[in-house]
């Protein structure tokens, strides 16, 4: 085999959280989330099989030896078996953005991978059964699988078979419905996601009242989009983010995420709210801010955004496409 296939994926941003696993060696969640994906934030992967005895994986153009390459081999161990046990992988990927800081890499890498897997090894496998498989690389990668507004279904079965991602509406559904990037912090978190859910699940006082609360958000979030009612998502999306982040307070040892300038970002919101800008935030487990709005109002939002001190970079961003092929060599 001396193809290589070169596939791409575009991170998603929760609209309603997956925060904590049930079972985490399958990637369970203990609620479904809901999630909307993201044009520009983009991972291109190039996956080709090797004769050398080991897996060589290069991320944004540097040797990946340390964690985030044990994660990809423990990903590729999980399902190669089946297609010989020798079989090794040359992975180059490539994330056009912030990689491991609360942007949602992960979802993108682990999709482009797990559609670059299916094709070298002509599993053939459906959009849904794919989904399941980048949720073994990182629960978020099942949603970026598909484009536009997308459901992770929690599932009930201990075998993690009804625990899949969906297109709820595609990326055309809400043509001016916009997500603005704002990066305040471009190097890698010091607790990842995984440990940080982890440990608000064993620890956390509010988790469980948390969970009641947002699985009660999911079909009102899902009643606001199909109305194009941006007022009530982005309500619901500031509940279910702020819910979050305090289950992550509540922990011990407490988690905060946030920086001065998070707080500055949704004090603008709150401020540009006022001037009669809709706009909204939601925030994943990182300092970096998403905000939602419409496209009419996208040169005010930025305009002030780009003044609060600590805001590095703005991205802007269409509803986005699923994950795709790029080519075959
Ligand atoms: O898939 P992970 O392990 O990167 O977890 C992602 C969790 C959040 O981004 C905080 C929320 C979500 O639903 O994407």
Known sequence: MTKTITTCANANIALIKYWGKRDE???LPTKSSLSVTLSSLTTTTKISSTTKNQDEITINAKRARGKAGKKIIHFLDLFRRPYGTALR???ITENNFPTGAGLASSASGFAALALGFNQICHLRLS???LS???RQGSGSACRSIFGGFVIWHKGKHLDGQDSFAEQLFPESFWPDFRILVVVIQEQEKKISSREAMNLTVKTSSSYQSWIEESEKRLPLMIKAIKEKNLEKVGELAETDCLGMHQTMHDAHPSI???????QAIIEAVKELREQKIHCY????????????????DQEKIIEYVRTIKGVKKIITCPVGTGAHLINTQ
């Open 25 to 27: 060696t399958l990637f």
């Open 89 to 91: 992988f040359k992975i």
């Open 127 to 129: 959009p849904r059964a």
């Open 132 to 134: 399941m498989l980048a």
């Open 256 to 262: 905060n995420y946030w920086q001065p300038t998070t």
């Open 281 to 296: 935030f939601t925030i994943d487990a990182g300092p970096n801010v998403k905000i939602i709005y419409k496209r009419q």
